[in-house]
T-cell receptor, first 113, second 116 residues
Framework: AQSVTQLDSHVSVSEGTPVLLRCNYSSSYSPSLFWYVQHPNKGLQLLLKYTSAATLVKGINGFEAEFKKSETSFHLTKPSAHMSDAAEYFCVVSDQGTYKYIFGTGTRLKVLA | GAVVSQHPSWVICKSGTSVKIECRSLDFQATTMFWYRQFPKKSLMLMATSNEGSKATYEQGVEKDKFLINHASLTLSTLTVTSAHPEDSSFYIC????????????FGPGTRLTVT
């Protein structure tokens, strides 16, 4: 069965410094992986997705993620954090059989001025 | 493209009453819709999967008689919380996908339900 583990429940960075949000997945097949962002009391916004094409995926707002099969990781990065990046981030894997989404527990990103 | 709306965005109801939440795909036909529940500061929990014209499939532990789901058309699914109680207060999010296109889900903006 597929699963994702978000290794940090909270991450704090200073504005202008790099962001790293970690996600490890478990899958018997080549997975479809997603990163979503959720601002307070808002719905989910897709940042980027990996669907077995290029391993380095570029998303919106300067975010990118690299699929590393050897490490079973799909970490989300951004070179320079903005205050507006403060939000909850979810790593998601799509179940191979049912295509249901399996959510990680989320990482709350705090950006310090 | 691929816009999903929810109505209402927030609702307050009294304990014991029922409340209906609508999920609409605005610019595509959604063969499958999903309903999630999110507790404060928690991740999303899948409640049920609905396919147009058939009964919804509920996840383990979700009361199908309390959370009635109807997917009557390719653009509309509804979630009715029956005999609501304060513990049903939560953020409910729907998503939709077209199995004819890809299996990517498109999420609605969510509905905040408060039961008093």
């Amino acid at each position: 069965a597929q699963s994702v583990t978000q290794l940090d429940s909270h991450v704090s960075v200073s504005e202008g410094t790099p962001v790293l949000l970690r996600c490890n997945y478990s899958s018997s097949y080549s997975p479809s992986l997603f990163w979503y962002v959720q601002h307070p009391n808002k719905g989910l916004q897709l940042l980027l997705k990996y669907t077995s094409a290029a391993t380095l995926v570029k998303g919106i707002n300067g975010f990118e993620a690299e699929f590393k099969k050897s490490e079973t990781s799909f970490h989300l990065t951004k070179p320079s954090a903005h205050m507006s990046d403060a939000a909850e981030y979810f790593c998601v894997v799509s179940d191979q059989g049912t295509y249901k989404y399996i959510f990680g527990t989320g990482t709350r990103l705090k950006v310090l001025a | 493209g691929a816009v999903v709306s929810q109505h209402p965005s927030w609702v307050i109801c009294k304990s014991g009453t029922s409340v209906k939440i609508e999920c609409r795909s605005l610019d595509f036909q959604a063969t499958t819709m999903f309903w999630y529940r999110q507790f404060p500061k928690k991740s999303l929990m899948l409640m049920a999967t609905s396919n147009e014209g058939s009964k919804a499939t509920y996840e383990q532990g979700v009361e199908k008689d309390k959370f009635l789901i109807n997917h009557a058309s390719l653009t509309l699914s509804t979630l009715t919380v029956t005999s609501a109680h304060p513990e049903d207060s939560s953020f409910y999010i729907c998503s939709a996908r077209s199995d004819l296109d890809s299996y990517e889900q498109y999420f609605g903006p969510g509905t905040r339900l408060t039961v008093t």
